[in-house]
């Protein structure tokens, strides 16, 4: 069963326009972790946020979760062409070891 | 340094036919997964690999899915009598230990299936 779901499905922004997406999710967590994937490559981590945790940053990433209201964003500053992927929530489900994956966002720069 | 490699990239077979595909994960990773992605969508978890433990199988889709582990390293999923609603892309991914799921999972490029 899906977990996570992001939203939106797609997004399509200028370069250098702040671009932010949304994952939402059912059940407690124990953290909630980013990933980017290129079209036809693996997934790349991006970050990992615990539930104890608010917010964390890592270059022009900012990632927020809100427990109370089962939700996190990922919010990419200023961006670039190299953006241009899709990007997947995945949360734990108080499970150790194993992810619950969204169905992602494809984000689309425009040069 | 190398990161998880799976093989073949791209395999193209005929319905009925069995498959193997290989991963090879980092070197001291002892958490080994794979996952199905089908056109578009997140990723399906099939099964997972934690040292000389018992696998959890819980997400293979059906008895023609098997999957092993040799040595605690590579990884074979093996698909016996491939049916067209197979094709897929399989990942493969390896993280450093046990909390798989609160730490960095680390992907190969995957095996894009296509069954005819």
């Known amino acids: 069963s899906q977990q996570g779901e992001e939203d939106p499905q797609a997004l399509s922004i200028q370069e250098g326009e702040n671009a932010t997406m949304n994952c939402s999710y059912k059940t407690s967590i124990n953290n909630l972790q980013w990933y980017r994937q290129n079209s036809g490559r693996g997934l790349v981590h991006l970050i990992l946020i615990r539930s104890n945790e608010r917010e964390k940053h890592s270059g022009r990433l900012r990632v927020t979760l809100d427990t109370s209201k089962k939700s996190s964003s990922l919010l990419i500053t200023a961006s670039r062409a190299a953006d241009t992927a899709s990007y997947f929530c995945?949360?734990?489900?108080?499970?150790?070891?194993?992810?619950?994956w969204g169905a992602g966002t494809k984000l689309i720069i425009k040069p | 340094g190398a990161g998880v490699s799976q093989s073949p990239s791209n395999k193209v077979t005929e319905k009925g036919k069995d498959v193997e595909l290989r991963c090879d994960p980092i070197s001291g990773h002892t958490a080994l997964y794979w996952y199905r992605q089908s056109l578009g969508q997140g990723l399906e978890f099939l099964i997972y690999?934690?040292?000389?433990?018992?696998?959890?199988k819980s997400g293979l889709p059906s008895d023609r899915f098997s999957a092993e582990r040799t040595g605690g390293s590579v990884s074979t999923l093996t698909i016996q009598r491939t049916q067209q609603e197979d094709s897929a892309v399989y990942l493969c991914?390896?993280?450093?230990?046990?909390?798989?799921?609160?730490?960095?999972?680390?992907f190969g490029d995957g095996t894009r299936l296509s069954i005819l």
């Open positions: 995945a949360t734990d489900r108080g499970s150790n070891y194993q992810l619950i």
């Open positions: 690999f934690q040292g000389n433990s018992a696998p959890d």
């Open positions: 991914a390896s993280s450093l230990d046990v909390r798989g799921a609160e730490q960095p999972q680390h």
